[in-house]
């Protein structure tokens, strides 16, 4: 049996040999070369031989090397045996041993396994001084090919000339981030699409970036005279409860998206409690001085929080695009914000499905929704 590279079968295995045999016949051809020795269907002649059988199909393989001849014992048995890992490493040092200058990955296409694991048992080999180390090897379509990957090695520059190889390296930076980041933002503007299915009615659609303005019902020391400056004098407002448990049944879920939401001092807890009933987690804020002090208890507010929060995975804005945390800006009418935030939101995620919550004055390329988005609105 001198080419009978793999072990013995299992007696289960030799088992079920021996009775579809019985049953079938011998159904693939048993291998030979020209001086009659056994390439293929050693198991076969065995059970044959022990049921006084004295003839089976046979097929004769000519002109073939002995190197050959193994690989091809290797090849027809291994498909159809289930190996251990030490098996399969004897397998290989067999081949490699036999055909040292054929590729990795072809001899792992000829063994069914996986080529880092030839290309280890191969360095294995070559540090043992069992087989040489060669330059070139021979590939799946049989041409020659470097037997590794050339390492390409750039040098540092002279002095004079690094500032300028770190200018293009920069530049080759931020273009990449640009890819990545356009390619990002494509894909969550994708995700809002395919969940639409799942958006509450009175949006029609879920969206990858929302923007809000509660109309905040503030807390007073007396409802007497605390209501003069109150909000509820320009328009309704709500309780948090309310905002909370509307925003929630308008964009909650689990569709990833960016929430821009708007929050004074005293409201500040409440904006948070709305976030996380949203499914945001809080990220980050910007803060928009208003120039003129109002009013307040500890303190005479002249600023505004615009709180940012994200759900799954959302896109940031690209290094060096974010603005600074603090705007300045004279206020104007009664909760009017201004432009400036909007637009940097617009300028962060372009050409992307946006949505105005608590709208007062819609804006080109917005949807909007609210008490004043006006006719036609959400």
């Not at 051809?29 to 001086?35: A, F, G, L, S, T």
């Not at 251990?84 to 296409?109: E, F, H, M, Y």
């Not at 804006?363 to 929704?369: E, F, K, L, N």
């Amino acid at each position: 049996m001198k080419y009978q590279l793999l072990p013995p079968l299992s007696p289960e295995d030799f088992a079920a040999l021996e009775a579809s045999i019985i049953e079938h016949g011998v159904l693939v051809p048993v291998e030979y070369d020209e001086e009659g020795n056994i390439l293929d269907g050693h198991h076969r002649v065995q059970v044959c031989e022990s049921l006084g059988l004295a003839d089976w199909p046979r097929f004769v393989r000519k002109g073939l090397s002995e190197a050959e001849k193994r690989t091809l014992a290797r090849e027809l048995n291994v498909s159809r045996r289930h190996l251990t890992s030490a098996q399969k490493r004897s397998l290989i040092v067999g081949q490699l041993r036999d055909t040292p200058s054929i590729s990795s990955r072809a001899i792992a296409a000829m063994l069914g396994v996986d080529d880092k694991t030839v290309a280890k048992v191969r360095r294995q080999l070559v540090d043992a001084a069992e087989i040489p180390h060669l330059e070139e090897v021979e590939g799946r379509d049989g041409k020659k090919q470097p037997a590794r990957k050339t390492i390409k090695t750039a040098y540092m520059p002279e002095p004079e000339n690094r500032r300028e190889l770190m200018r293009v390296a920069k530049g080759i930076r931020a273009e990449t981030q640009k890819t990545r980041h356009a390619v990002r933002l494509a894909h969550m503007d994708m995700v809002a699409e395919k969940g639409a299915a799942r958006a509450p009615e009175e949006l029609g659609r879920a969206y990858p970036v929302y923007y809000a303005d509660p109309p905040w019902q503030f807390g007073v020391r007396s409802e007497v005279t605390g209501r003069e400056k109150s909000a509820e004098n320009h328009y309704p407002t709500m309780e948090t409860g309310a905002i909370a448990e509307l925003m929630a049944r308008l964009i909650g879920g689990e569709t990833p998206a960016v929430l821009f939401l708007w929050a004074t001092n005293p409201m500040l807890p409440d904006a948070l409690r709305v976030m996380e009933v949203c499914g945001f987690a809080y990220v980050h804020h910007w803060i928009w001085d208003k120039e003129v002090a109002g009013t307040g208890y500890w303190g005479r507010d002249r600023h505004e929080l615009l709180l940012i929060g994200r759900r799954g995975d959302v896109v940031a804005p690209l290094p060096g695009s974010q603005p600074e945390t603090v705007y300045r800006e004279r206020k104007g009418r009664h909760s009017a914000k201004p432009d400036f935030f909007a637009e940097t939101i617009e300028r962060f995620y372009p050409d992307m499905a946006r949505l105005e919550l608590f709208c007062r004055s819609p804006r080109p390329g917005w949807d909007a929704w609210g008490f004043e988005a006006g006719e036609g609105q959400a």
